[in-house]
């Protein structure tokens, strides 16, 4: 007698807006963004801040965008006699008397929350908050720079279908530097790291590999309330894709998979 194979879906996500930020608001998502912001220290050289600034106990910082606040709270254990740290959910319109208010400015990884044209909405706000003098610093990481397995490349095609769905942006590391150009900023860098999937990452890739695995999953709510966008049929067959993905990302031909990570610094004008 061949016992039938029961297939659970997976468990129900909380999401505080999923047409305008893509990815889940709970504690599996928490979880995964302290992983990522672990190991996105660990990538730039154990730092919070890679911008030429010295912040002492006058200096204001603000983190927009913050999500769980990890980035502020690591920076606040890093640079404990720093004056003032603050954070904000907000990124559109910031208050009006914050103006030239903040020595440094830090984003990451809005490219799952805001819009194509809210980009440059966005970057110009940063610029009026920030002191003639101080600068800005932006995250955020680009598609797989080569080739990797069929299921990778699935799940690509599908994340590039949700971004679209959504008018949000899948190429913004690209934008960013034009962005910040034409709100002002000068002196801008950016500051790439390569991460490896598969073996050739080591511990590092492996586990970057399993936060971006839980992005893909994070982002199968957004993919149902589209319809499944003609990828798959339901959040079952959805995270079946994921795991497949997550083993490829663990073979040898996973290795081929390269993620770069982007920090744009940028200096507004004194």
Request: charged share 25%.
């Amino acid at each position: 007698m061949v016992v039938p194979q029961i297939i659970q879906p997976p468990p129900p996500r909380f999401y505080v807006a999923p047409g305008n930020y893509l990815l889940p608001a709970d504690g599996l998502e928490a979880a995964r963004l302290k992983n990522q912001n672990d190991l996105l220290r660990r990538l730039f050289d154990n730092k919070s801040v890679i911008s030429p600034i010295d912040l002492g106990p006058e200096s204001q910082v603000l983190d927009i965008a913050t999500g769980s606040g990890i980035w502020a709270l690591d920076l606040v254990a890093e640079k404990p006699g720093i004056g003032h740290v603050r954070c904000a959910d907000i990124v559109l319109d910031l208050p009006a008397e914050w103006s030239s208010k903040f020595d440094l400015v830090h984003q990451r990884l809005l490219i799952d929350a805001l819009k194509y044209d809210e980009w440059a909405v966005a970057v110009k706000e940063i610029f009026r908050v920030t002191t003639p003098g101080g600068f800005a610093e932006l995250c955020e990481w680009y598609p797989f720079k080569t080739g990797c397995g069929p299921h990778s490349r699935r799940y690509l095609d599908a994340r590039r279908q949700i971004v679209k769905q959504f008018s949000m942006d899948f190429e913004i590391a690209l934008r960013l530097p034009d962005l910040l150009l034409e709100a002002g900023f000068v002196d801008i860098h950016a500051e790439v790291k390569v991460v490896k999937f598969g073996p050739a990452g080591g511990e590092v890739g492996r586990r970057f590999a399993l936060t971006q695995a839980g992005v893909g999953r994070g982002l199968g709510g957004p993919l149902a309330m589209a319809g499944g966008l003609g990828v798959v049929k339901s959040q079952v067959e959805w995270e079946a894709l994921i795991d497949e993905v997550e083993k490829e990302w663990e073979s040898e031909e996973g290795s081929n998979a390269e993620y770069p990570w982007y920090i744009f610094t940028a200096r507004k004008p004194a």
